[in-house]
């Protein structure tokens, strides 16, 4: 039934004919503009997926054996910008669908899920020695150096979207209207990447003198001792969604003016995700997004 409605829906778009046809043409009723979040689970990346992402890297050769993984991050939210036409469905023989039907299709940017894993790694050696005399007596310390090295990687992307949905509505010449439906969207990346950032750090600590008994105070030099940052592009990154939006829209206008024709509203929908690395690696993610924009109708 819901798939029904909406090829009828996409075959009126395409049929022309007089009033008296079964089937009106559709026309354009509102145009709108919103931002969407969309907050799920955590989902994890190992480094050897990270590595299988970065198309064209050396990671084959890098050794973190003797790193600790401080870190593995991954923002689950995407944050997109949405712009969308709806037509209302036209009705049969002269009379008004039930359930006031509206096509919405539109185009999405989204700032992708983000990933991150970081590696850490200390080295402490004993690079000289000093004597302290306290009291006639004589103490010697070490001073030592330490050395920090940290790895860091990151995968995200930025993704175009083509949204298409149904939405059946209380009375659309109400004030207040709800409404509900389903939406389908397919994206792709247009920049996708992993990032690699290295850097190193070395630690002085040297015993000065002897306050309290035989215990010296340890003055500490930190030495930048350099960095580097790559970036490494990925495969061919797609996703796919399905959701339900439930929705409360509110016209501003009371009154036949300007603002009668402007409406604010606010979704929240249950959301499945799908999204791929062609083949190198592929997750499902439900969620839920929270929607607010502003509609304007122009008929």
């Given at each position: ?9 996409i ?85 008004a ?10 185009l ?76 389908l ?88 995700w ?23 109708n122009?008929?």
């Amino acid at each position: 039934m819901l798939f029904n409605t909406f090829a009828v829906g996409i075959a009126a778009l395409l049929t022309t004919g007089s009033p008296g046809d079964s089937i009106k043409k559709m026309h354009i009723e509102s145009i709108e503009i919103s931002s969407t979040q969309f907050l799920s689970d955590f989902i994890q990346m190992d480094f050897a997926q990270m590595r299988a992402l970065a198309l064209e890297n050396d990671f084959a050769n890098l050794n973190l054996q003797d790193y600790s993984m401080t870190s593995s991050c991954c923002v689950a939210r995407q944050d997109l910008i949405n712009f969308h036409v709806n037509s209302a469905l036209p009705g049969r023989n002269g009379k008004a669908p039930k359930g006031s039907p509206m096509l919405r299709l539109g185009l999405s940017h989204s700032n992708s899920f983000y990933h991150s894993l970081t590696f850490f790694n200390s080295n402490q050696f004993t690079v000289d020695s000093i004597s302290i005399i306290y009291q006639g007596n004589a103490t010697t310390y070490p001073i030592d150096s330490i050395v920090r090295e940290t790895h860091s990687f990151a995968a995200s992307s930025k993704r175009l979207r083509a949204n298409a949905g149904m939405l059946w509505r209380s009375n659309p010449k109400k004030r207040w209207i709800g409404y509900t439906g389903f939406a389908l969207g397919f994206g792709l990346a247009i920049v996708s990447q992993v990032e690699e950032y290295y850097s190193k750090w070395s630690e002085i600590t040297n015993p000065i003198y002897a306050v309290y008994g035989n215990t010296p105070i340890i003055q500490s030099s930190w030495q930048f001792e350099g960095s580097s940052r790559n970036f490494y592009k990925t495969p061919l990154l797609w996703d796919m969604s399905f959701s339900l939006p439930i929705g409360v829209d509110f016209r501003i206008g009371k009154k036949e003016n300007l603002w009668y024709r402007v409406h604010l509203f606010s979704e929240l929908n249950p959301t499945l995700w799908v999204s791929s690395y062609s083949k190198t690696w592929a997750y499902v993610n439900p969620g839920v997004s929270a929607v607010f924009g502003i509609r304007v109708n122009i008929e």
